[in-house]
């Protein structure tokens, strides 16, 4: 059967399945609302009395209204478009075109997209590295400060936190920083929107000086894929220029279902809110005590908090990797999917990442458990280490400048040139014309305009070699690229 043919079926069959998602959208598969059950029903244009996104007068402007109710926010806006038309607003605002940002480098894809369209000159600040995991730290707070000291014409800052693993860098300090030099500070929160929900998780950036911060509803929270919200918390940022730019990268025909989604969702956490969260910390907090027992699995909690700048860790995220065996992800992905029948979010080379949400089941919860604990048994009388609890295991080195590829030129001045194609194998030392990055998470590991390098070439193939392929390549295969042509 030709699967493309019928995507929907394929779908209606999948979410009927015994699978069990431990992956996005937060909904779990599980509706929050009655009035929605048939979305060919409700699936409208601006019509009268359901007024236009891109000038709300009446129900979406207090759809939004109530969006910053219960956010507790200055000024909320409907994103239809995800976390991405978000960022790319935000950055657009923020920033004159040609402008300078300064910008973490472990930002989503979404933000490079940015400084490609505004022709920005980014200045990078790198996360701490944890070599046992393979996993980001957190931004130092001195880093930015630094930046700024240095480059007088920096226009924005630019954070992600919590990082798709559940980092949290000390975004009050780092607003902070920003904020001395009259500089505004864009948080990438599209993984934090329960934060503000219970105290079991980390402070929101919305309540630690963030002056754009950026959520994915669709993320972590009960509302379809593709919603999300804009919170707009200071006077640093032109209102009247973001919302200028949001016009420019929503869509012209929003979907009232994705809209009615944010909606249920909204009215889901004032009315049901505080008992759901209640009963979804101790969920996790049972699981975690629970996992504690494992001998050859390790799951990643508070022990990281503190070494790498990393502030905080969102304990909802569940990081889970076999000490000892650096190429364990790909494994656990496979052994979980096909032999327990979960899915997880992601696997990485050294770990794989289960997400958990507020609509997770008990069930749920108990497979899994019941899962890693089958295969952690199954793992006795291999050389494997223990819990990651050595100061080896929980060392995290600062990155520095020279250690990443060397920017030749600007994102912008290397898309537009002319390009040629060559093998990927022989490309060292010339300069990359596209990006490749690992999705999810959808973070660059190399850019346009940078110098491709053999550490980077070495990666790049012993991933390969376990199944993980780089997109952002137009080779799928992963045999060519673009690189800038070489003027002879």
């Known amino acids: 059967m030709d699967r493309g043919k019928y995507l929907d079926r394929e779908l209606y069959g999948y979410g009927r399945s015994e699978v069990y998602p431990f992956h996005m959208p937060g909904h779990k598969r599980q509706a929050v609302t009655e009035y929605l059950s048939n979305p060919y029903l409700e699936d409208i244009t601006e019509i009268t009395d359901f007024d236009n996104l891109h000038h709300a007068e009446g129900i979406l402007k207090e759809a939004q209204g109530y969006a910053g109710k219960i956010f507790r926010t200055y000024k909320s806006y409907f994103l239809i478009n995800g976390s991405t038309a978000g960022i790319l607003a935000a950055v657009s605002a ?47 707070p001195k880093d930015v400060e630094d930046e700024l000291r240095i480059h007088k014409d920096i226009q924005a800052v630019l954070v992600t936190s ?63 894929t593709q919603t999300a919200l804009l919170h707009l918390q200071s006077e640093l940022v032109s209102r009247e220029r973001l919302e200028t730019f949001l016009g420019i990268y929503q869509t012209s025909s929003p979907s009232y279902i994705l809209m009615g989604s944010i909606s249920a969702c909204l009215r889901y956490l004032e009315e049901q809110g505080e008992k759901s969260f209640d009963v979804y910390a101790d969920k996790v907090a049972k699981l975690r005590k629970g ?80 899962a890693l604990e089958d295969i952690d048994f199954s793992l006795d009388g291999k050389d494997a280490g223990a819990s990651l609890e050595t100061e080896k295991d929980l060392l995290f080195t600062k990155e520095k400048k020279e250690e990443h590829p060397r920017q030749i030129m600007t994102i912008a001045q290397a898309m537009e040139n002319t390009m040629e194609v060559g093998d990927l194998e022989n490309s060292k030392g010339k300069i990359s014309g596209e990006f490749a990055y690992l999705y999810p998470p959808g973070i660059p590991l190399l850019v346009p305009g940078e110098e491709i390098t053999e550490d980077f070439l070495k990666k790049a193939d012993s991933w390969k070699s376990l199944g993980i392929y780089l997109q952002g390549l137009t080779d799928h295969s992963q045999k060519k690229i673009k690189t800038v042509k070489e003027n002879k």
């Not at 990438?188 to 105290?199: C, I, L, V």
């Not at 990393?310 to 999917?337: C, M, Q, T, V």
């Not at 979960?342 to 949400?357: N, Q, R």
Request: hydrophobic residues 35%.
């Open 162 to 224: 919590p990082t798709y693993d559940g980092v949290v860098s000390d975004i009050k300090k780092i607003s902070n920083a920003a904020h001395k030099y009259g500089i505004p500070l864009i948080v990438d929160e599209a993984h934090g929107a329960h934060f503000p929900f219970h105290d079991f998780f980390p402070e929101s950036a919305l309540y630690s000086g963030g002056d754009i911060v950026i959520q994915s509803l669709h993320k972590t929270l009960p509302s379809l």
């Open 94 to 140: 923020c920033t004159q075109q040609g402008g300078r940002i300064l910008m973490a480098r472990n930002c989503h894809k979404a933000a490079y997209h940015a400084v490609y369209l505004r022709d920005l000159k980014p200045v990078y600040l790198y996360p701490s590295w944890n070599e046992t995991l393979g996993l980001n730290g957190g931004i130092d």
């Open 291 to 370: 996992l504690r027992k494992l001998k050859n699995l390790s799951l990643a909690g508070s022990e990281l908090i503190g070494r790498g700048e990393i502030f905080d860790l969102d304990l909802s995220k569940l990081i889970i990797s076999e000490p000892g065996n650096p190429w364990g992800g790909p494994f656990l992905h496979k052994e979980l999917r096909e032999k327990y029948g979960l899915e997880l979010e992601m696997e990485a080379p050294g770990y794989v990442l289960a997400l958990t949400s507020v609509m997770d089941t008990e069930e749920g919860f108990q497979r899994l458990g019941e």
